[in-house]
């Protein structure tokens, strides 16, 4: 068979180009991080050579600087245009002028600022959302990371509930309807109410809605661990009954967002709301179209799982998270978003576009060919909403770069725009029909998968929850934990994704010379360690991130060191008060 040439192939050049964006620029960071090290670790020499010329300097040496430090010490008397008269700060415009406290060797980040008139029980309502959706995460993640270690080690166990048929479903429906779902719902409990300037129509339907939802992931996962399941669509493993259960929820939330919006105060329907609403609507429809009885069997069914599984990534997560970016990062940066206009674009476009593509995962079936044209076609398609939505937040960004180095939180944003761009367009390239040749039925999808529903849905989120809880608590994470965990999902996640990539292509590329099935088996063996690496780095940041909630929302009654004049003076007075009190 004749040698194919990739690079004349434009889905893999495209590929390959999206692939290079987020590792150069973290080939960036790290070159400046690096530097900021050495350049510390310089300035730690010159001042222990400066100390050590302190200690030796001579009695000559020191006469000489003290009568520098006299010649040099001579001021105007400062009565020239003035008067003699003490200066007061009667109105505490300037306050510990002659202290610093803080460390200034070490960066310190902005923190959040506590917002004013937020009803206890709203903000306990969203912390539960978000608990849960943690607990799914760490759940679901730790399940996958023992899936990764399978590829390294087949035999670690001989129990059917474990098994890899079983396990991989838990995995991604867990995360899938558990964390990223609830976490999804419960930054909406903030920010619809927010922008529709108006209370929550009732907290208890939305803790209804919590208690069902949760109750889904676990009758589903108790379900797919003794092996009952949908018939193995991918993400549609749920039985119906439990589909429903979740499906329930999500009504009942929408219902509360609808009537929420319906009460506002604003004029306007913010950009957020379209995109939330709009959302979960689609989940609701996807659901009842992709468990409708009659389309259960054929080629039909076929049809149904590729248009389910993709509006559900596409018009469930994304849309759902676009809508609470539009919230969060022009709060963020303080600024308004660059063009409500381009929003209103990437919106309807993305309306249009996703809901013809979930065909383009069956290129080359029985599928009628003018059916995976048309999927190919969206897929093109959707560079419009993709490079509106990400010119939209980079443009937003402009002017305000600066506050990623004083921000915790930012660098998250950041990361989810770069992927929501590559990942995106990666999806656009995997459409075309070589592409999909190669890389279809091998792990290139499991790292697609991963780019986009990590990458994108999960580095937004965890900037969201950052920016959110400390506001409802007034607690903030050490940083140094946050930046462990986005460094380690990071480059975690590159480590997952790249190997992956490559290996598959390689992979493809020996089914279509036609080699033993088995050989590609054996190529993939060390790729397949580089994604249980990659992986193992994913799920401990997930650790990290639990904690840093836990840190957050923990209750303490650790004392705080007065630094205002009034606090000051407080705590001298009750000093004194003491001190009498000791001698009668």
Same mark, same amino acid.
């Given at each position: =068979?004749?040698?194919?040439? !990739? ?8 590929? #390959?180009? +999206? ?38 300097? /001579? ?43 803080? +460390? ?31 607990? @799914? ?53 903030? #920010? ?31 379900? !797919? ?16 009954? &439990? ?27 913010? &950009? /957020?709301? $379209? ?7 689609? #989940?609701?429809?996807?659901?009842? *179209?992709? %468990? ?33 970016? %539009? ?12 063009? %409500?206009? +381009? ?26 060919? @003018? ?8 897929? #093109? ?33 950041? &990361? ?22 190669? $890389? ?21 989120? $965890? ?8 506001? !409802? ?27 992956? =990539? ?33 992986? /193992?780095?994913?799920?401990? /940041?997930? +650790? ?5 909630? %836990?840190?957050? *929302? ?31």
């Amino acid at each position: =068979m004749e040698r194919i040439n !990739l690079w004349s192939e434009w889905g893999i050049v495209i590929t #390959v180009v +999206l692939i290079s964006i987020p590792v150069i620029i973290a080939a960036f960071i790290v070159f400046y991080r690096t530097r900021a090290i050495i350049q510390a670790f310089l300035q730690k020499k010159e001042v222990e050579n400066f100390q050590r010329y302190l200690q030796m300097m /001579s009695p000559e040496e020191k006469a000489q600087l003290e009568e520098k430090e006299r010649a040099s010490a001579y001021r105007l008397n400062n009565q020239e245009l003035g008067s003699d008269r003490k200066a007061k700060d009667s109105r505490g415009l300037i306050n510990q002028v002659q202290e610093v406290t803080d +460390l200034r060797f070490i960066e310190k980040k902005k923190k959040s600022q506590p917002r004013p008139n937020i009803d206890p029980a709203h903000s306990k309502l969203i912390l539960w959302y978000i608990g849960c959706a943690i607990f @799914w995460l760490v759940f679901g993640t730790s399940v996958g990371e023992y899936l990764g270690i399978k590829f390294v080690a087949p035999d670690i166990d001989h129990l059917s509930w474990l098994s890899f048929g079983r396990l991989r479903p838990v995995h991604t429906n867990a995360v899938f309807w558990g964390w990223a779902s609830l976490a999804m719902i419960g930054l909406a409990y903030y #920010v619809i109410p927010r922008v529709s300037n108006a209370a929550i129509p009732s907290v208890r339907a939305a803790y209804a809605s919590l208690i069902l939802i949760n109750t889904s992931v676990v009758a589903g996962t108790l379900s !797919l661990m003794a092996g009952i399941n949908n018939s193995g669509g991918e993400y549609r493993e749920y039985t119906w009954p &439990v589909m429903l259960l979740f499906g329930l929820g999500v009504f009942i939330s929408l219902r509360n967002f609808y009537k929420n919006i319906a009460i506002r105060s604003t004029k306007e329907i913010y &950009v /957020s709301n $379209w995109y939330i609403i709009s959302a979960m609507m689609f #989940v609701l429809v996807i659901a009842v *179209v992709a %468990y409708w009885p009659s389309w259960q069997n054929g080629l039909g069914e076929t049809i149904i799982q590729g248009y389910y599984m993709h509006q559900g990534v596409g018009m469930w997560f994304m849309l759902f998270n676009l809508g609470l970016m %539009y919230y969060f990062l022009p709060q963020q940066l303080n600024k308004p978003i660059y063009s %409500y206009s +381009l929003g209103i674009v990437a919106f309807w476009s993305q309306i249009l576009f996703y809901t013809l593509i979930g065909t383009h995962h069956f290129i080359f079936s029985a599928i009628p060919w @003018w059916l995976q044209t048309i999927a190919i076609i969206g897929s #093109v398609g959707m560079i419009i909403p993709v490079v509106a939505g990400t010119t939209n937040f980079l443009m937003t960004f402009k002017g305000s770069w600066h506050k990623l180095a004083s921000s915790y939180t930012l660098p998250f944003y950041l &990361v989810g725009i770069v992927f929501y761009f590559t990942g995106s367009l990666q999806g656009t390239a995997e459409a075309f029909r070589f592409t999909n040749l190669i $890389w279809h039925f091998t792990d290139f999808t499991v790292a697609h998968s991963h780019l986009t529903m990590y990458g994108i849905i999960c580095f937004m989120l $965890w900037g969201f929850i950052y920016t959110l809880v400390p506001r !409802l608590t007034g607690k903030e994470p050490p940083q140094l934990l946050v930046g462990s965990h986005f460094w380690l999902a990071f480059i975690g996640l590159l480590f997952y994704t790249i190997p992956l =990539m490559l290996g598959s292509t390689l992979r493809g590329m020996m089914w279509m010379e036609g080699k033993a099935f088995i050989e590609s088996v054996e190529l993939m063996a060390p790729f397949w360690l580089w994604r249980a690496i990659g992986g /193992s780095l994913m799920w401990f /940041s997930h +650790l990290i991130f639990a904690y840093n909630f %836990y840190l957050m *929302v923990r209750k303490t009654k650790g004392q705080s060191i007065p630094n205002s004049p009034s606090e000051i003076l407080k705590a001298k007075q009750a000093l004194e008060t003491q001190g009498i009190e000791i001698a009668g």
